[in-house]
């Protein structure tokens, strides 16, 4: 056994190595006369056990001893050795990481072996006892998928790196970043599938973590990056760029090649971040407004960020108890016969009547409730309120009984949801509605996705005499393959082509062959945007069936195009 004796006073060492000796044990004693020299030996060589003076010259005993706890000095076990007895530093020393705590005057050979022997095994049982608890908290701190820091294990880290950043005066940023649809995979891969793309992102990840850095997985398809050491926000947002970029290479599944691509919200630790939570909630503001802005990018959080996101939180809430609160209406945009100008039809355009900000406009809410899932809701209503508002006004004035028709927007999502054809079909039934009467506007953003299905939804909608106009036509993908497809009856020619009308030749001509395109396939022709005399005259004379502008009436309420349009009748001639 190697035992490193640290006193000062001579006459203590020579008792402490007689009292060894006479144990009759193999000993290898070192012996030093400070703290200084002690140190330095315990740094080179190994020992089983130190008996460490309390009192040095040079040090205090306790500062030595967590010295030689500091980590930098190996495993062994320690006694303090005092000529004084004094409980509070025998417990002091203890609690610094001394095994046992002896006085002087007692030591004699028996006891002293004795104690260190204990000592050693004291130590090895405190250490396996540390073992096991950094084992525990490792798990703790771990996802067990990825192997990643969890969300326990990043505020662990994160708390840490935020000291060290007001420490050292240096940034720290947080990433987090958000696979785009990732749901999508897990619907139609399987949950095995989505584990295996979540371990390949974890793995890619990890490569663009640079010393100091940690990457968490906080749950789902949620990772965040802790960076330190950041000179400026540039570097942030090129680690961003290469986080977005590591995930663009495909990924090959046994089943299938996948492409992914991922959200990222950036927060930097500033004056207005008091606490780890602010930081991570600021990452989530700019994630969210990533995915906002059309995903696979990253943003910044910014004051103006915030109060943006916590404008469209609080709207998504209040939308939750808006229809039941009656707080949407529907206005009404005529619609005129291009050949006679008499009323054809009316576009439905929901408003939100918002007890606190007054009449929103649909582009201020319908992305929202998109996005909240909400607009399955609403659209319905909607429909079902257009279909009995056209019925009760073809009740009250027969004599109109053309071909009025209500045009109803649909979004992508209702396209989506199982319940469309069901709801449409009661909404005509319950209004004792023709299905003619009902047209649906699609965008072609709609017919993306999984065309199969949307397919089969407009078919049977389509097959039920209801008809489908494809609005916004020019603006998007006004791909023919859309046409051929789909069972479209009607084009709405985009507002951005008329209003260009006697300005731009070569957009007039744009919008002439649309015209004769349409025509060619039969369709019905609605040109909407119309704001002067001479683009409904140039529309009409060109071959458009229908037309729809503020040249003829903005979208009012109900009772105001009532007024307007069947109390008073009028033929738009001038
Ligand atoms: P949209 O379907 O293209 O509707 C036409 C929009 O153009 C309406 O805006 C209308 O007010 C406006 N507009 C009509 N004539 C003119 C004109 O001569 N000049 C100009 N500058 N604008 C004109 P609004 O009501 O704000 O609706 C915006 C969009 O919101 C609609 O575009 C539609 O995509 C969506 N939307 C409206 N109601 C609904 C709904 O019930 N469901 C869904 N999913 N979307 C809706
Ligand atoms: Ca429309
Ligand atoms: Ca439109």
């Known amino acids: 056994m190697r035992i490193l004796l640290i006193d000062d006073d001579e006459l203590d060492r020579v008792a402490v190595i007689r009292a060894l000796k006479q144990s009759g044990l193999m000993l290898d004693i070192r012996q030093c006369a400070t703290a200084a020299a002690g140190l330095k030996v315990a740094a080179e060589e190994h020992f089983d056990a130190i008996l460490l003076d309390y009192r040095l010259p040079d040090q205090d005993g306790v500062e030595v001893l967590q010295r030689l706890r500091s980590g930098a000095f190996g495993h062994v076990a320690i006694l303090m ?43 090895s049982m405190e250490e396996a006892l540390k073992a096991s608890h950094e084992k525990l908290r490792a798990l703790s701190e771990h996802d067990s998928l990825t192997g990643l820091l969890n969300r326990r294990g990043f505020e662990v880290t994160l708390n840490v790196a935020m000291e060290n950043s007001l420490r050292k005066q240096k940034g720290l940023a947080v990433l987090l970043l958000d696979i785009d649809d990732f749901k999508s995979i897990n619907d139609t891969l399987g949950h095995s599938s989505g584990d295996a793309v979540l371990i390949e992102i974890a793995r890619r990840l990890k490569l663009m973590v640079r010393a100091g850095d940690s990457f968490c997985r906080l749950g789902g398809d949620e990772f965040v990056l802790i960076t330190n050491n950041l000179e400026h926000e540039e570097q942030a947002s090129l680690l961003a760029e290469r986080l977005i970029g590591v995930l663009r290479e495909p990924f090959i599944l046994t089943s299938a090649e996948l492409m992914i691509t991922a959200s990222v919200g950036i927060a930097v630790l500033d004056c207005s971040t008091k606490n780890s939570s602010d930081l991570l909630n600021h990452a989530d503001v700019a994630m969210y407004r990533a995915k906002q802005d059309g995903r696979n990018r990253f943003r910044f959080y910014s004051e103006k960020l915030h109060a943006a996101v916590q404008h469209i939180t609080t709207l998504k809430r209040e939308m939750h108890t808006a229809i039941s609160n009656q707080e949407f209406v529907v206005y009404y945009q005529p619609q005129f016969d291009a050949q006679d100008r008499k009323l054809a039809g009316m576009e439905a355009l929901v408003r939100w009547n918002h007890p606190r900000l007054g009449l929103l406009a649909p582009s201020d809410f319908i992305p929202i409730a998109e996005n909240t899932g909400l607009i399955v809701d609403i659209g319905n209503w909607v429909l079902r309120e257009s279909c009995r508002q056209l019925s009760v006004w073809l009740n009250r004035y027969p004599e109109f009984d053309r071909n009025l028709t209500v045009s109803v927007n649909l979004s992508p999502i209702q396209l989506e949801h199982a ?20 047209e649906l506007e699609i965008t072609e953003s709609s017919l993306i996705g999984d065309q199969g299905r949307a397919v089969a939804t407009l078919s049977e909608l389509a097959s039920r005499n209801i008809i489908l106009s494809l609005d916004d036509f020019g603006t998007g993908y006004s791909s023919m393959h859309h046409l051929k497809l789909f069972p479209i009856k009607e084009l709405k020619i985009d507002r951005e082509f008329v209003s260009t009308i006697g300005i731009n030749c070569e957009s007039d001509r744009l919008l002439i062959a649309m015209i004769r395109f349409a025509q060619a396939l039969s369709l019905k022709i609605v040109a909407e945007g119309i704001e002067t005399k001479e683009q ?13 502008g503020y040249y003829y009436s903005k979208p009012i309420s109900a009772a105001e195009f009532e007024a307007n349009f069947f109390t008073h009748s009028r033929v738009h001639t001038e």
């Open 419 to 438: 319940s469309l054809i069901q709801d449409v079909r009661e909404a005509l039934s319950s209004n004792y509605l023709a299905p003619h009467r009902l």
């Open 81 to 123: 050795l005092s000529r004084q007895e004094d409980p509070a530093v025998a417990e002091q020393c203890l609690e610094a990481g001394a095994q046992d705590f002896l006085l002087k005057d007692e030591v004699d050979g028996r006891r002293l072996t004795r104690a260190i022997c204990q000592a050693r095994q004291r130590y």
């Open 536 to 548: 409904a005259d140039f529309c009409a004379f060109n071959g458009c069936t229908i037309l729809q």
